[in-house]
């Protein structure tokens, strides 16, 4: 069974400083990854994905996470984070054959924009 | 506009009351699921269904029930039996891929909140 570990719970940045929320998994093989969204109070919304090919992904709202196989990580980060990128960050494995397939979430990192 | 619409927004059960939360999408998603959300616990599955009339348990089913009886509609019950219910509760849904299911794009209601009184 595959597992996802986001070592961070909170982190703060201040507004205009680059940010890199951390990843780690762990399976056998290599899984499908997500980074998903969350702001207070609301659903989930996807940034961006990884299932194979070019192992650095850009995504939405200036976001990109790079995927490493030797490091079983897929972290995200983004160059100079904005007041409006407060907000919950979930990475996710999606791993399995066959008629056992499931996506794990991770426990999510808060993020804190300071002015 | 299409989404994922999940009713109520608020939602407070009383000592051995069953409470339906409501969930329904007009994306003609084939795939939906339940999950729920504790604080530094990330989404945990409930329930899935790939398929109407068909579903099947996640990794916290006990206490809960679901049906899918058309496929924009996923209810879940949360009984009597769950003696933990407060969580955030959150309906996905996702264009299943047949054999992908790992590789599915999730898309997400705005979730209730359930409080005991």
């Known amino acids: 069974a595959q597992s996802v570990t986001q070592p961070d719970i909170h982190i703060t940045v201040s507004e205009g400083a680059s940010l890199e929320l951390r990843c780690n998994y762990s399976?056998?093989?290599?899984?499908?990854l997500f980074w998903y969204v969350q702001s207070p109070g609301q659903g989930l919304q996807l940034l961006l994905k990884y299932f194979s090919g070019d192992t650095l992904v850009q995504g939405i709202k200036g976001f990109e996470a790079e995927f490493k196989r030797s490091q079983s990580s897929f972290n995200l980060r983004k160059p100079s984070v904005h007041w409006s990128d407060a907000a919950e960050y979930f990475c996710a494995v999606g791993a399995g054959s066959g008629g056992y397939q499931k996506v794990t979430f991770g426990t999510g990192t808060k993020l804190q924009v300071i002015p | 506009d299409g989404g994922i619409t999940q009713s109520p927004k608020y939602l407070f059960r009383k000592e051995g009351q069953n409470v339906t939360l409501s969930c329904e999408q007009n994306l003609n998603h084939d795939a939906m699921y339940w999950y729920r959300q504790d604080p530094g616990q990330g989404l945990r599955l409930i329930y899935y269904?790939?398929?109407?009339?068909?579903?099947q348990k996640g990794d916290i089913a006990e206490g809960y029930s679901v049906s899918r009886e058309k496929k924009e509609s996923f209810p879940l019950t949360v009984t009597s039996a769950q003696k933990n219910p407060t969580a955030f509760y959150l309906c996905a849904s996702s264009k299943a891929s047949s054999g992908a299911l790992a590789k599915n794009i999730q898309y997400f209601g705005a979730g209730t909140r359930l409080s005991v009184l």
């Open positions: 399976y056998g093989a290599t899984p499908y």
């Open positions: 269904s790939q398929i109407v009339n068909d579903f």
